[in-house]
T-cell receptor, first 114, second 114 residues
């Protein structure tokens, strides 16, 4: 039982490049989300999904796209990377979208945009 | 919008000493989560508190939610080097209409000197 798996762990991009951050969970969780963590800013919600085929924007969605074609996977796409997207990205999942469900986090992807 | 303020921002203690970390909300808390983060790792779930006055303990860590449900504290007894890391409080912020979305404090960095 791997939990929440994020790949890659580290990535360096040039401004304007695109890439996809992968997130997979093997717990059959309905709810999945993406956060970014920046010094002095804490964790901020980028996008979330309450089930396959359903996604919505979080607090800081600009510059990112998501899709949820399966229960297990929730990739985050950077369309045209910018230095402001240098951050640590965390994917999380929980049993359902309803309150009081523990969210489990992946190990993170550390992204640098030059 | 709801905000979570953690104090102190950082803490250095001698091994064996007790310490307390606080998390204060601008609004009533309906679900308060404590996580621990080590560099290179994701957030590890510690405890969840829901009811006013609730207290939970795990090994040497105790978390409390006050009666008014606007403040939580995390207390570590007889600290050890293994307790070092960043402690984050999270709460159901209801962002985007989904109560399952969490907002986080900016974290408290704990260092334990042997």
């Amino acid at each position: 039982n791997a939990g929440v798996t994020q790949t890659p762990k580290f990535q360096v991009l040039k401004t304007g490049q695109s890439m996809t951050l992968q997130c997979a969970q093997d717990m059959n969780h309905e709810y999945m989300s993406w956060y970014r963590q920046d010094p002095g800013m804490g964790l901020r919600l980028i996008h979330y999904s309450v089930g396959a085929g359903i996604t919505d924007q979080g607090e800081v969605p600009n510059g990112y796209n998501v899709s949820r074609s399966t229960t297990e996977d929730f990739p985050l796409r950077l369309l045209s990377a910018a230095p402001s997207q240098t951050s640590v990205y965390f994917c999380a999942s929980s049993y359902s979208w309803s309150p009081q469900n523990i969210q489990y986090f992946g190990a993170g992807t550390r992204l640098s945009v030059l | 919008s709801q905000e979570l303020e953690q104090s102190p921002q950082s803490l250095i203690v001698q091994e064996g000493k007790n310490l307390t970390i606080n998390c204060t909300s601008s609004k009533t808390l309906y679900g308060l989560y404590w996580y621990k983060q080590k560099y290179g790792e994701g957030l590890i779930f510690l405890m969840m508190l829901q009811k006013g006055g609730e207290e939970k303990s795990h090994e040497k860590i105790t978390a409390k939610l006050d009666e008014k449900k606007q403040q939580s504290s995390l207390h570590i007894t007889a600290s050890q080097p293994s307790h070092a890391g960043i402690y984050l409080c999270g709460a159901e912020g209801g962002y985007g209409g989904s109560q399952g979305n969490l907002i986080f404090g900016k974290g408290t960095k704990l260092s334990v000197k042997p």
